[in-house]
């Protein structure tokens, strides 16, 4: 069997959603449809059935409970392909953005009943947000993680502020703010020389300080919740390092909203505790692409579906 102590979880964020993702998984593990079923009652209504819509899925306030969903069903059907008596136990975990939720769960920090409801209070009160104060987000394809600060800073005011949201790997950059602002770093980084500078299709300024509204009235509800310490390692967004505590935990699920992504680190400070596979559990493949651009010597694998779970799962009997 594949040694565990080498392999670490990747739970993705926003961007990673598609129509059917983890329906296979739902279809043929009972696990998995446990978790579908679970959000159906707790929404009250048949959530499940967005996952064939692509277009609803894009909607802010229902991508990140799919994406939780997807991700929980993907971990169990592996968990239930194995077939091991005892829980499997990886070296880590990280999730990108939402998929920190993912993570935690996983790691059974977070039941599966409290993190379906944080999830959707999480979307709903972000959504809130961007409906009071537009906010746009931009890649920055090409720069430098200190040039792209340099363009913040530049171009910010105290009424329209923008910062770096997520350093997602070397090369890639994420930008989140005022609109307005976002349109002057635009201008400023093709100024500058920077390769390419593409505002996304997004609408809402995630991991910047427009989310402080949503982030205060986040962590009271963190705060009502039960958090456990996590079974095995969980690498926080904002610090990059081990989430050991409860404590850790809401401090971190709280200033995630309006903080940095640090996923390049996360990536790394993984590596350095040995993690040598990576599996990306739930939709695609985006956290694996960036995981070849920050370390060319990890390996990254999906498991997005019953033919790539498969895979997977015979090859870790063979090693």
């Known amino acids: 069997m594949i040694d565990w102590s080498r392999v670490a979880l990747l739970f993705p964020g926003q961007g ?34 967005r996952f064939e819509d692509g277009a609803a899925l894009d ?5 990140q409970p799919a994406l939780y969903i997807a991700g929980m069903a993907a971990w169990r059907a592996l968990t239930s392909a194995l077939n091991e008596g005892a829980p499997i136990a990886p070296l880590a975990a990280a999730g990108h953005s939402l998929g920190e939720f993912t993570a935690l769960t996983a790691a059974e920090a977070l039941s599966l009943e409290d993190g379906l409801r944080l999830v959707r209070l999480r ?52 930008i989140s703010g005022a609109e307005a602002a976002i349109e002057r770093a635009l201008d400023l980084a093709k100024a500058r020389g920077i390769k390419r500078a593409v505002k996304l299709a997004v609408s809402v300024a995630a991991h ?18 039960a958090f456990r310490a996590p079974r095995f390692p969980v690498i926080g967004n904002t610090t990059a390092a081990p989430l050991n505590t409860p404590e850790e935990i809401v401090a971190e699920l709280s200033a995630q909203l309006t903080g940095r992504v640090r996923w390049t680190e996360s990536v790394q400070t993984l590596r ?16 694996i692409g960036l995981l070849k651009r920050i370390d060319r010597e990890a390996v990254g694998i999906k498991i997005d579906d019953m033919v790539s779970l498969a895979a997977f799962v015979e090859r870790a009997r063979a090693l």
């Open 16 to 49: 990673s959603q598609g129509a059917g993702m983890a329906l296979s998984f739902k279809g043929n593990y009972a696990r998995a449809a446990e978790v579908f079923e679970m959000a159906d009652r707790l929404y009250g209504e048949p959530f499940s059935a």
């Open 59 to 63: 909607q802010t306030e229902n991508t």
């Open 123 to 174: 979307a709903q009160l972000m959504a809130q947000a961007g409906a009071a104060r537009r906010g746009a987000m931009a890649a920055l394809l090409g720069a430098e993680l200190a040039d792209a600060q340099a363009i913040c800073e530049a171009v910010s005011t105290e009424a329209e502020p923008v910062v770096v949201a997520n350093d997602n790997c070397i090369g890639q950059i994420v």
């Open 208 to 225: 910047s300080p427009l989310m402080a509204s949503a982030a205060e009235a986040f962590r009271r509800a963190l705060e009502s919740v």
């Open 272 to 287: 350095g505790m040995g993690a040598q596979i990576f599996l990306e559990l739930g939709s695609k493949d985006v956290l």
